[in-house]
Protein backbone atom coordinates (compact mmCIF):
# COMPACT_ATOMS: atom_id res chain seq x y z
CA UNK A 1 0.00 0.00 0.00
CA UNK A 2 0.79 3.81 -0.60
CA UNK A 3 1.50 6.33 1.93
CA UNK A 4 -1.48 8.20 1.33
CA UNK A 5 -4.13 5.42 1.54
CA UNK A 6 -3.01 5.93 5.36
CA UNK A 7 -6.67 7.73 6.11
CA UNK A 8 -8.30 7.86 9.52
CA UNK A 9 -10.41 4.27 10.41
CA UNK A 10 -8.71 2.39 7.39
CA UNK A 11 -7.88 -1.05 8.57
CA UNK A 12 -4.71 -2.64 7.99
CA UNK A 13 -3.01 -5.79 8.00
CA UNK A 14 0.03 -7.55 7.25
CA UNK A 15 3.23 -9.39 8.73
CA UNK A 16 4.31 -6.25 11.03
CA UNK A 17 1.01 -6.60 13.12
CA UNK A 18 -0.21 -9.60 14.96
CA UNK A 19 -3.78 -8.30 14.05
CA UNK A 20 -5.75 -6.26 12.27
CA UNK A 21 -5.05 -2.52 13.01
CA UNK A 22 -7.80 0.24 12.84
CA UNK A 23 -5.80 3.85 12.36
CA UNK A 24 -6.26 6.41 14.28
CA UNK A 25 -3.44 8.89 12.85
CA UNK A 26 -0.96 8.85 10.25
CA UNK A 27 2.01 11.47 10.34
CA UNK A 28 4.51 11.87 7.79
CA UNK A 29 8.23 11.71 8.82
CA UNK A 30 9.99 12.82 5.57
CA UNK A 31 10.07 8.99 3.72
CA UNK A 32 8.75 7.57 6.76
CA UNK A 33 5.46 7.50 8.38
CA UNK A 34 4.56 7.66 11.77
CA UNK A 35 0.99 5.37 12.16
CA UNK A 36 -1.21 5.24 16.03
CA UNK A 37 -3.60 2.57 15.72
CA UNK A 38 -5.88 0.36 17.97
CA UNK A 39 -5.80 -3.41 17.64
CA UNK A 40 -8.96 -4.76 16.56
CA UNK A 41 -8.82 -7.96 18.44
CA UNK A 42 -6.59 -6.58 21.47
CA UNK A 43 -7.59 -2.84 21.55
CA UNK A 44 -3.84 -2.72 22.23
CA UNK A 45 -2.25 0.66 20.78
CA UNK A 46 0.12 0.46 18.20
CA UNK A 47 2.49 3.37 17.34
CA UNK A 48 5.34 2.39 15.00
CA UNK A 49 7.55 3.99 12.33
CA UNK A 50 7.18 2.18 8.91
CA UNK A 51 9.47 3.38 5.91
CA UNK A 52 8.25 3.03 2.44
CA UNK A 53 9.49 -0.50 2.22
CA UNK A 54 7.47 -2.04 5.11
CA UNK A 55 4.58 0.11 3.99
CA UNK A 56 4.80 -1.90 0.92
CA UNK A 57 3.73 -5.10 2.98
CA UNK A 58 0.75 -3.87 4.32
CA UNK A 59 -2.49 -4.30 2.84
CA UNK A 60 -5.54 -1.86 3.31
CA UNK A 61 -9.80 -2.31 3.09
CA UNK A 62 -10.97 -0.75 0.30
CA UNK A 63 -12.59 2.21 0.49
CA UNK A 64 -15.98 0.76 -0.92
CA UNK A 65 -16.62 -2.56 -0.65
CA UNK A 66 -15.90 -4.83 -3.55
CA UNK A 67 -18.14 -7.59 -3.15
CA UNK A 68 -15.59 -10.26 -3.86
CA UNK A 69 -15.69 -12.45 -0.97
CA UNK A 70 -16.47 -15.85 -0.78
CA UNK A 71 -19.99 -16.52 -0.98
CA UNK A 72 -20.04 -19.76 0.67
CA UNK A 73 -17.78 -18.19 3.72
CA UNK A 74 -20.44 -15.57 3.96
CA UNK A 75 -23.41 -18.27 3.98
CA UNK A 76 -21.73 -19.86 6.95
CA UNK A 77 -21.29 -17.01 8.68
CA UNK A 78 -25.00 -16.30 8.27
CA UNK A 79 -26.10 -19.40 9.17
CA UNK A 80 -23.84 -19.05 12.37
CA UNK A 81 -25.95 -15.76 13.57
CA UNK A 82 -29.43 -17.72 13.27
CA UNK A 83 -28.47 -20.75 14.77
CA UNK A 84 -26.94 -18.21 17.68
CA UNK A 85 -31.08 -16.89 17.49
CA UNK A 86 -32.10 -19.91 17.44
CA UNK A 87 -33.48 -20.00 21.31
CA UNK A 88 -35.48 -17.08 20.00
CA UNK A 89 -37.74 -19.03 18.42
CA UNK A 90 -37.48 -22.91 19.79
CA UNK A 91 -37.09 -22.59 23.15
CA UNK A 92 -35.99 -26.12 23.31
CA UNK A 93 -32.98 -25.89 20.93
CA UNK A 94 -30.52 -27.78 22.85
CA UNK A 95 -32.47 -31.19 22.24
CA UNK A 96 -32.10 -30.73 18.65
CA UNK A 97 -28.08 -30.89 19.34
CA UNK A 98 -27.70 -33.14 22.01
CA UNK A 99 -27.30 -36.72 21.76
CA UNK A 100 -30.07 -37.44 24.80
CA UNK A 101 -33.66 -38.27 24.96
CA UNK A 102 -35.18 -35.92 27.77
CA UNK A 103 -37.70 -37.22 30.14
CA UNK A 104 -40.45 -34.60 30.85
CA UNK A 105 -39.09 -34.39 34.85
CA UNK A 106 -35.91 -33.23 33.43
CA UNK A 107 -37.06 -31.00 31.06
CA UNK A 108 -39.11 -29.68 33.60
CA UNK A 109 -36.60 -28.82 36.02
CA UNK A 110 -34.40 -26.99 32.74
CA UNK A 111 -36.94 -24.95 31.25
CA UNK A 112 -39.75 -24.17 34.05
CA UNK A 113 -37.43 -24.00 36.92
CA UNK A 114 -33.52 -22.98 35.81
CA UNK A 115 -33.99 -21.28 33.28
CA UNK A 116 -36.57 -18.76 34.28
CA UNK A 117 -34.50 -17.50 36.95
CA UNK A 118 -32.19 -14.28 36.54
CA UNK A 119 -29.45 -16.01 38.60
CA UNK A 120 -29.48 -19.35 38.36
CA UNK A 121 -28.60 -20.30 42.24
CA UNK A 122 -30.20 -23.56 42.88
CA UNK A 123 -30.59 -27.08 44.55
CA UNK A 124 -31.54 -30.13 42.52
CA UNK A 125 -32.49 -32.80 45.02
CA UNK A 126 -34.20 -35.83 42.90
CA UNK A 127 -33.84 -39.11 43.49
CA UNK A 128 -30.75 -41.29 42.04
CA UNK A 129 -31.34 -42.22 38.92
CA UNK A 130 -33.75 -39.16 37.71
CA UNK A 131 -30.80 -37.99 35.38
CA UNK A 132 -29.41 -34.97 37.10
CA UNK A 133 -25.63 -34.99 34.86
CA UNK A 134 -28.57 -34.78 31.69
CA UNK A 135 -30.35 -31.65 33.34
CA UNK A 136 -27.02 -30.01 34.09
CA UNK A 137 -25.81 -30.75 30.88
CA UNK A 138 -29.13 -29.23 29.32
CA UNK A 139 -28.60 -26.62 31.37
CA UNK A 140 -24.97 -26.17 30.02
CA UNK A 141 -25.93 -26.18 26.60
CA UNK A 142 -29.02 -23.87 26.99
CA UNK A 143 -26.36 -21.54 28.27
CA UNK A 144 -24.03 -21.58 26.53
CA UNK A 145 -25.96 -20.71 23.08
CA UNK A 146 -27.54 -17.79 24.82
CA UNK A 147 -24.06 -16.57 25.27
CA UNK A 148 -24.85 -16.17 29.28
CA UNK A 149 -21.61 -18.52 30.00
CA UNK A 150 -18.35 -19.36 28.64
CA UNK A 151 -16.16 -20.51 31.72
CA UNK A 152 -17.81 -23.24 33.17
CA UNK A 153 -16.62 -25.96 36.75
CA UNK A 154 -18.05 -29.05 37.49
CA UNK A 155 -16.85 -30.09 41.34
CA UNK A 156 -17.69 -33.97 41.89
CA UNK A 157 -16.39 -36.99 44.43
CA UNK A 158 -13.05 -38.31 43.02
CA UNK A 159 -14.62 -41.34 41.44
CA UNK A 160 -16.88 -39.47 39.34
CA UNK A 161 -14.96 -37.07 37.79
CA UNK A 162 -14.37 -39.22 34.72
CA UNK A 163 -17.72 -40.10 34.28
CA UNK A 164 -18.77 -36.64 34.03
CA UNK A 165 -16.13 -35.70 31.52
CA UNK A 166 -17.36 -38.71 29.32
CA UNK A 167 -21.21 -38.09 29.57
CA UNK A 168 -20.19 -34.38 28.52
CA UNK A 169 -18.54 -35.62 25.99
CA UNK A 170 -20.87 -37.92 24.80
CA UNK A 171 -23.62 -36.24 25.31
CA UNK A 172 -23.27 -32.77 24.87
CA UNK A 173 -20.43 -32.87 23.04
CA UNK A 174 -18.68 -30.74 25.01
CA UNK A 175 -15.19 -30.83 25.99
CA UNK A 176 -14.04 -30.93 29.65
CA UNK A 177 -10.55 -30.68 30.84
CA UNK A 178 -10.06 -33.36 34.51
CA UNK A 179 -7.87 -31.11 36.88
CA UNK A 180 -5.85 -33.48 39.35
CA UNK A 181 -2.86 -33.04 41.37
CA UNK A 182 -0.86 -34.34 38.33
CA UNK A 183 -2.16 -31.79 35.87
CA UNK A 184 -1.32 -29.25 38.48
CA UNK A 185 2.02 -30.26 38.72
CA UNK A 186 2.68 -30.43 35.10
CA UNK A 187 1.22 -26.18 34.67
CA UNK A 188 3.88 -25.30 37.46
CA UNK A 189 4.51 -21.58 37.15
CA UNK A 190 0.61 -21.51 35.37
CA UNK A 191 -2.89 -21.33 36.44
CA UNK A 192 -4.79 -24.35 34.56
CA UNK A 193 -7.74 -22.71 36.51
CA UNK A 194 -7.66 -19.50 34.55
CA UNK A 195 -6.35 -21.03 31.23
CA UNK A 196 -9.36 -23.76 31.00
CA UNK A 197 -12.96 -22.83 30.31
CA UNK A 198 -14.48 -26.28 31.32
CA UNK A 199 -13.26 -28.06 34.10
CA UNK A 200 -13.97 -30.94 36.09
CA UNK A 201 -11.94 -31.72 39.53
CA UNK A 202 -12.88 -33.30 42.68
CA UNK A 203 -14.58 -31.86 45.65
CA UNK A 204 -12.29 -33.76 48.02
CA UNK A 205 -8.70 -32.64 46.59
CA UNK A 206 -9.59 -29.13 46.04
CA UNK A 207 -10.38 -28.71 49.69
CA UNK A 208 -8.05 -30.55 51.27
CA UNK A 209 -4.47 -29.43 49.20
CA UNK A 210 -3.91 -25.63 50.12
CA UNK A 211 -1.96 -25.15 46.24
CA UNK A 212 -5.33 -26.91 44.87
CA UNK A 213 -7.43 -24.40 46.34
CA UNK A 214 -5.62 -21.28 46.33
CA UNK A 215 -4.99 -21.54 42.70
CA UNK A 216 -8.57 -22.11 42.53
CA UNK A 217 -9.84 -19.34 44.27
CA UNK A 218 -7.59 -16.86 41.70
CA UNK A 219 -10.39 -17.72 39.16
CA UNK A 220 -14.02 -16.48 38.17
CA UNK A 221 -16.98 -19.00 36.73
CA UNK A 222 -19.75 -18.19 35.08
CA UNK A 223 -21.50 -21.17 36.19
CA UNK A 224 -20.56 -23.72 38.74
CA UNK A 225 -21.98 -27.62 39.07
CA UNK A 226 -21.58 -29.48 42.19
CA UNK A 227 -22.34 -33.13 41.81
CA UNK A 228 -23.50 -35.30 45.73
CA UNK A 229 -23.44 -31.73 47.14
CA UNK A 230 -24.15 -33.16 50.34
CA UNK A 231 -20.39 -33.91 51.23
CA UNK A 232 -20.52 -29.89 50.99
CA UNK A 233 -22.53 -29.66 54.45
CA UNK A 234 -21.59 -28.54 57.76
CA UNK A 235 -22.38 -29.61 61.24
CA UNK A 236 -22.84 -26.46 62.55
CA UNK A 237 -21.63 -22.53 62.04
CA UNK A 238 -18.84 -23.13 64.36
CA UNK A 239 -17.62 -26.57 62.98
CA UNK A 240 -17.44 -25.60 59.07
CA UNK A 241 -15.77 -29.01 57.13
CA UNK A 242 -12.92 -28.19 54.21
CA UNK A 243 -15.87 -29.05 51.66
CA UNK A 244 -17.97 -26.55 52.94
CA UNK A 245 -15.41 -24.01 53.15
CA UNK A 246 -14.45 -24.46 49.33
CA UNK A 247 -18.38 -24.37 48.71
CA UNK A 248 -18.82 -21.03 50.28
CA UNK A 249 -15.69 -19.90 48.39
CA UNK A 250 -16.98 -21.26 45.05
CA UNK A 251 -20.51 -19.45 45.72
CA UNK A 252 -18.55 -16.03 45.76
CA UNK A 253 -17.01 -16.85 42.38
CA UNK A 254 -19.53 -17.62 40.09
CA UNK A 255 -22.81 -15.86 39.38
CA UNK A 256 -24.61 -19.42 38.47
CA UNK A 257 -24.51 -22.17 41.04
CA UNK A 258 -25.83 -25.07 40.65
CA UNK A 259 -25.72 -27.54 43.52
CA UNK A 260 -27.22 -31.60 43.40
CA UNK A 261 -27.98 -34.22 45.43
CA UNK A 262 -29.66 -36.69 46.39
CA UNK A 263 -29.82 -36.50 49.85
CA UNK A 264 -29.75 -33.10 50.77
CA UNK A 265 -31.65 -33.39 54.06
CA UNK A 266 -29.99 -35.11 57.25
CA UNK A 267 -32.65 -34.34 59.60
CA UNK A 268 -31.58 -31.11 61.25
CA UNK A 269 -33.02 -28.28 59.78
CA UNK A 270 -30.17 -26.04 61.29
CA UNK A 271 -27.21 -28.32 59.51
CA UNK A 272 -30.13 -27.91 56.22
CA UNK A 273 -30.03 -24.76 56.49
CA UNK A 274 -26.50 -24.36 56.82
CA UNK A 275 -26.43 -26.06 53.59
CA UNK A 276 -28.48 -24.09 51.70
CA UNK A 277 -26.66 -20.77 52.70
CA UNK A 278 -24.02 -21.95 50.05
CA UNK A 279 -26.84 -20.46 47.30
CA UNK A 280 -27.90 -17.72 49.10
CA UNK A 281 -27.21 -16.54 52.92
CA UNK A 282 -30.33 -13.98 53.19
CA UNK A 283 -32.95 -16.45 51.17
CA UNK A 284 -32.34 -19.37 53.44
CA UNK A 285 -31.35 -17.22 56.90
CA UNK A 286 -34.41 -18.56 59.01
CA UNK A 287 -35.06 -21.85 59.53
CA UNK A 288 -38.84 -21.26 60.21
CA UNK A 289 -39.49 -19.92 57.09
CA UNK A 290 -37.96 -22.40 55.38
CA UNK A 291 -39.97 -25.21 56.93
CA UNK A 292 -42.75 -23.15 56.10
CA UNK A 293 -41.89 -22.66 52.14
CA UNK A 294 -41.43 -26.30 52.85
CA UNK A 295 -44.27 -27.83 53.91
CA UNK A 296 -45.67 -25.60 51.07
CA UNK A 297 -43.90 -27.40 48.43
CA UNK A 298 -42.98 -24.05 47.56
CA UNK A 299 -39.01 -23.36 48.63
CA UNK A 300 -37.69 -21.17 46.43
CA UNK A 301 -34.80 -22.23 44.14
CA UNK A 302 -35.21 -25.65 45.46
CA UNK A 303 -36.88 -29.14 43.81
CA UNK A 304 -36.99 -32.41 44.13
CA UNK A 305 -38.65 -35.57 43.02
CA UNK A 306 -38.82 -38.49 44.03
CA UNK A 307 -38.83 -41.98 42.08
CA UNK A 308 -42.27 -42.80 42.45
CA UNK A 309 -43.53 -39.75 40.96
CA UNK A 310 -41.35 -39.64 37.54
CA UNK A 311 -43.21 -40.42 34.57
CA UNK A 312 -43.11 -41.18 30.60
CA UNK A 313 -44.31 -38.81 28.06
CA UNK A 314 -48.16 -39.72 27.74
CA UNK A 315 -48.97 -42.35 25.29
CA UNK A 316 -49.95 -40.37 21.79
CA UNK A 317 -53.20 -42.91 21.46
CA UNK A 318 -54.02 -43.31 25.25
CA UNK A 319 -52.88 -40.29 26.49
CA UNK A 320 -51.62 -42.34 30.12
CA UNK A 321 -48.29 -42.23 31.53
CA UNK A 322 -46.13 -44.84 32.53
CA UNK A 323 -43.84 -44.61 35.75
CA UNK A 324 -40.14 -44.81 35.35
CA UNK A 325 -39.23 -46.93 37.78
CA UNK A 326 -40.49 -50.71 38.94
CA UNK A 327 -41.64 -50.37 42.26
CA UNK A 328 -39.64 -51.61 44.77
CA UNK A 329 -39.94 -54.53 47.09
CA UNK A 330 -37.12 -53.94 50.11
CA UNK A 331 -36.58 -57.53 51.59
CA UNK A 332 -34.32 -57.96 54.51
CA UNK A 333 -33.37 -61.61 55.02
CA UNK A 334 -32.24 -61.95 58.87
CA UNK A 335 -29.51 -64.88 59.50
CA UNK A 336 -27.55 -65.48 62.83
CA UNK A 337 -24.06 -66.79 63.29
CA UNK A 338 -23.65 -70.36 64.29
CA UNK A 339 -21.31 -70.61 67.37
CA UNK A 340 -18.08 -71.39 65.90
CA UNK A 341 -18.35 -68.40 64.34
CA UNK A 342 -19.38 -66.66 67.53
CA UNK A 343 -16.22 -68.14 68.92
CA UNK A 344 -13.96 -66.69 65.67
CA UNK A 345 -15.42 -63.10 66.05
CA UNK A 346 -14.92 -62.96 69.78
CA UNK A 347 -11.44 -63.75 69.82
CA UNK A 348 -11.45 -61.49 66.35
CA UNK A 349 -12.94 -58.58 68.73
CA UNK A 350 -10.26 -59.25 71.58
CA UNK A 351 -7.40 -58.85 69.25
CA UNK A 352 -9.02 -55.77 67.66
CA UNK A 353 -9.54 -54.07 71.18
CA UNK A 354 -5.77 -55.33 72.22
CA UNK A 355 -4.60 -53.26 69.02
CA UNK A 356 -7.29 -50.65 69.47
CA UNK A 357 -5.83 -49.78 73.06
CA UNK A 358 -2.28 -49.81 71.79
CA UNK A 359 -2.88 -47.65 68.65
CA UNK A 360 -4.74 -45.22 71.38
CA UNK A 361 -1.74 -44.92 73.59
CA UNK A 362 0.26 -43.61 70.67
CA UNK A 363 -1.13 -40.50 69.60
CA UNK A 364 0.80 -40.41 66.10
CA UNK A 365 -0.20 -40.54 62.87
CA UNK A 366 1.10 -44.17 62.71
CA UNK A 367 -1.02 -44.83 65.82
CA UNK A 368 -4.40 -43.42 64.13
CA UNK A 369 -3.76 -45.40 61.48
CA UNK A 370 -3.44 -49.03 62.96
CA UNK A 371 -7.26 -47.60 65.01
CA UNK A 372 -8.29 -47.66 61.56
CA UNK A 373 -7.16 -50.84 60.44
CA UNK A 374 -8.49 -52.61 63.50
CA UNK A 375 -11.77 -51.15 62.65
CA UNK A 376 -11.98 -52.30 59.44
CA UNK A 377 -11.00 -55.93 60.16
CA UNK A 378 -14.33 -56.36 61.80
CA UNK A 379 -15.78 -54.54 58.88
CA UNK A 380 -14.24 -57.38 56.93
CA UNK A 381 -15.75 -59.72 58.77
CA UNK A 382 -19.38 -58.67 58.18
CA UNK A 383 -18.64 -59.37 54.58
CA UNK A 384 -17.16 -62.57 54.31
CA UNK A 385 -14.90 -64.86 56.56
CA UNK A 386 -12.92 -65.49 53.78
CA UNK A 387 -11.96 -61.18 53.29
CA UNK A 388 -11.03 -61.22 57.01
CA UNK A 389 -8.74 -64.05 56.80
CA UNK A 390 -6.89 -62.42 53.76
CA UNK A 391 -6.03 -59.23 55.76
CA UNK A 392 -5.21 -61.46 58.61
CA UNK A 393 -2.73 -63.11 56.35
CA UNK A 394 -1.15 -60.44 55.23
CA UNK A 395 -0.76 -58.65 58.49
CA UNK A 396 1.29 -61.75 59.51
CA UNK A 397 3.36 -62.15 56.70
CA UNK A 398 4.45 -58.01 57.33
CA UNK A 399 4.75 -58.66 61.05
CA UNK A 400 7.07 -61.90 60.23
CA UNK A 401 9.29 -59.93 57.73
CA UNK A 402 9.48 -57.04 60.84
CA UNK A 403 10.85 -58.89 63.13
CA UNK A 404 13.75 -60.30 61.04
CA UNK A 405 14.51 -56.88 60.13
CA UNK A 406 13.22 -54.65 62.43
CA UNK A 407 15.91 -51.66 61.88
CA UNK A 408 14.65 -51.54 58.39
CA UNK A 409 10.97 -51.37 59.41
CA UNK A 410 12.36 -48.34 61.39
CA UNK A 411 14.04 -46.70 58.71
CA UNK A 412 11.20 -47.43 55.57
CA UNK A 413 8.17 -46.52 58.11
CA UNK A 414 6.92 -43.30 57.24
CA UNK A 415 4.01 -41.32 59.08
CA UNK A 416 0.63 -42.53 56.97
CA UNK A 417 -2.81 -41.36 57.77
CA UNK A 418 -6.42 -41.80 56.64
CA UNK A 419 -6.85 -39.39 53.97
CA UNK A 420 -10.64 -37.29 54.84
CA UNK A 421 -12.16 -38.73 51.92
CA UNK A 422 -11.41 -42.03 51.75
CA UNK A 423 -15.03 -43.30 51.47
CA UNK A 424 -15.02 -41.32 47.86
CA UNK A 425 -11.69 -42.52 46.70
CA UNK A 426 -12.28 -45.53 43.70
CA UNK A 427 -11.81 -48.87 44.98
CA UNK A 428 -8.27 -49.47 44.45
CA UNK A 429 -7.19 -46.63 45.80
CA UNK A 430 -8.92 -47.42 49.16
CA UNK A 431 -7.55 -51.10 48.77
CA UNK A 432 -3.56 -49.73 48.75
CA UNK A 433 -4.17 -47.91 51.68
CA UNK A 434 -5.34 -50.63 53.66
CA UNK A 435 -2.66 -52.81 52.01
CA UNK A 436 -0.34 -49.81 53.48
CA UNK A 437 -2.30 -50.05 56.59
CA UNK A 438 -2.07 -53.77 57.65
CA UNK A 439 1.59 -52.72 57.55
CA UNK A 440 1.95 -51.03 60.23
CA UNK A 441 2.86 -52.47 64.12
CA UNK A 442 1.89 -50.95 67.52
CA UNK A 443 4.98 -52.25 68.71
CA UNK A 444 8.51 -53.44 66.98
CA UNK A 445 9.28 -55.10 70.24
CA UNK A 446 10.38 -58.94 69.26
CA UNK A 447 8.42 -60.38 72.38
CA UNK A 448 5.40 -58.70 71.30
CA UNK A 449 5.66 -58.89 67.34
CA UNK A 450 5.76 -62.85 68.24
CA UNK A 451 3.14 -62.62 70.66
CA UNK A 452 0.88 -60.54 67.81
CA UNK A 453 2.37 -63.00 65.11
CA UNK A 454 0.39 -66.57 67.73
CA UNK A 455 -2.85 -64.16 68.16
CA UNK A 456 -2.78 -63.60 64.19
CA UNK A 457 -1.69 -67.25 63.12
CA UNK A 458 -4.82 -68.33 65.40
CA UNK A 459 -7.69 -66.40 63.91
CA UNK A 460 -6.38 -67.48 60.55
CA UNK A 461 -6.56 -71.18 61.44
CA UNK A 462 -10.02 -70.53 62.44
CA UNK A 463 -10.86 -68.98 59.71
CA UNK A 464 -9.90 -72.02 57.39
CA UNK A 465 -11.68 -74.24 59.69
CA UNK A 466 -14.70 -72.38 59.35
CA UNK A 467 -14.17 -71.98 55.38
CA UNK A 468 -13.27 -75.54 55.27
CA UNK A 469 -16.83 -76.32 56.75
CA UNK A 470 -18.27 -74.64 53.60
CA UNK A 471 -21.22 -73.69 56.40
CA UNK A 472 -20.87 -69.94 56.38
CA UNK A 473 -24.32 -68.54 57.92
CA UNK A 474 -24.27 -65.50 55.34
CA UNK A 475 -23.48 -67.88 52.55
CA UNK A 476 -26.01 -70.38 53.51
CA UNK A 477 -28.95 -67.85 53.83
CA UNK A 478 -27.56 -66.50 49.84
CA UNK A 479 -27.64 -69.99 48.75
CA UNK A 480 -31.44 -70.44 50.50
CA UNK A 481 -32.73 -66.88 49.05
CA UNK A 482 -31.40 -67.46 45.52
CA UNK A 483 -32.57 -70.83 45.31
CA UNK A 484 -36.43 -69.70 46.43
CA UNK A 485 -35.84 -67.09 43.78
CA UNK A 486 -35.37 -70.40 41.29
CA UNK A 487 -31.83 -69.22 40.07
CA UNK A 488 -30.94 -72.98 40.07
CA UNK A 489 -33.76 -74.26 37.75
CA UNK A 490 -34.27 -71.42 35.78
CA UNK A 491 -30.85 -71.01 33.08
CA UNK A 492 -32.02 -67.63 31.88
CA UNK A 493 -32.55 -66.12 34.81
CA UNK A 494 -29.97 -63.35 35.72
CA UNK A 495 -28.96 -62.17 39.07
CA UNK A 496 -27.19 -59.18 40.52
CA UNK A 497 -24.54 -59.47 43.68
CA UNK A 498 -22.97 -56.40 44.77
CA UNK A 499 -20.40 -56.38 47.58
CA UNK A 500 -17.83 -53.99 49.08
CA UNK A 501 -14.87 -55.96 49.63
CA UNK A 502 -12.66 -57.31 46.25
CA UNK A 503 -11.44 -59.77 48.54
CA UNK A 504 -15.21 -61.47 49.06
CA UNK A 505 -15.25 -60.86 45.55
CA UNK A 506 -13.20 -63.13 44.86
CA UNK A 507 -14.55 -65.89 47.15
CA UNK A 508 -18.21 -65.49 45.91
CA UNK A 509 -17.30 -65.78 42.25
CA UNK A 510 -15.54 -69.56 42.88
CA UNK A 511 -18.80 -70.30 45.36
CA UNK A 512 -20.95 -69.45 42.83
CA UNK A 513 -18.84 -71.37 40.23
CA UNK A 514 -18.43 -74.39 42.09
CA UNK A 515 -22.76 -74.31 42.44
CA UNK A 516 -22.43 -74.82 38.91
CA UNK A 517 -23.60 -70.62 38.30
CA UNK A 518 -21.89 -68.90 35.20
CA UNK A 519 -20.66 -65.94 36.27
CA UNK A 520 -19.11 -62.43 35.12
CA UNK A 521 -16.98 -60.62 37.69
CA UNK A 522 -16.51 -56.84 37.03
CA UNK A 523 -14.32 -55.51 39.58
CA UNK A 524 -14.44 -51.34 40.42
CA UNK A 525 -10.75 -50.27 39.19
CA UNK A 526 -9.58 -46.77 39.15
CA UNK A 527 -9.32 -47.04 35.78
CA UNK A 528 -12.84 -47.92 35.18
CA UNK A 529 -13.96 -44.70 35.34
CA UNK A 530 -12.31 -43.41 32.70
CA UNK A 531 -14.03 -43.45 29.46
CA UNK A 532 -14.87 -46.82 28.03
CA UNK A 533 -14.82 -49.15 31.12
CA UNK A 534 -17.52 -50.52 33.34
CA UNK A 535 -18.09 -48.26 36.25
CA UNK A 536 -19.96 -50.74 39.17
CA UNK A 537 -18.64 -54.12 40.59
CA UNK A 538 -20.96 -56.71 40.42
CA UNK A 539 -21.30 -60.59 40.43
CA UNK A 540 -23.61 -61.36 37.19
CA UNK A 541 -25.15 -64.98 36.52
CA UNK A 542 -24.67 -64.78 32.41
Not at 219 to 231: M, P
Not at 346 to 364: F, G, H, M, N
Not at 505 to 517: F, H, I, S
Request: glycine fraction near 4%.
Amino acid sequence: MLAHQLKLNVIIHGPLFPEPVQVIVATPLGAAVKIVGKGLRTSQVYEPILSLEQLATLEATPEEEPFDGDATRFRLGIEAMRLALAYEYDPYFTLSIARVDPLPHQLEAVYDYFLKLPRIRFLLADDPGAGKTIMAGLLIKELKIRGLIQRILIVTPANLSFQWQREMQDKFREHFEVIRSDVLRANYGSNPWQEKNQVVTSVSWVSRIEDAKDSLLRSHWDLIVVDEAHKMSAYSADKKTLAYQLGEALSVMTDHYLLMTATPHKGDPQNFCLFLELLDRDVYGDVRSLEEAMRRHAAPFYLRRVKEALVTFPDPDTGRVKTLFTKRQVQTSEFQIDDDEWDFYDALTRYVEDQSIKAAADDSACGRALGFTMAMLQRRFASSIYAVRRSLERMKDRREKILADPAGYRQEQILRRVPEDFDDLPEDEQQEILEQLENIVASVDPAALREEILQLTRLIDQARVLEQREVESKLVKLREVITEQGVFQDPKMKLLIFTEHKDTLDYLVGKLRAWRLSVTQIPRRYEDRRPGHAEHPYLCRA
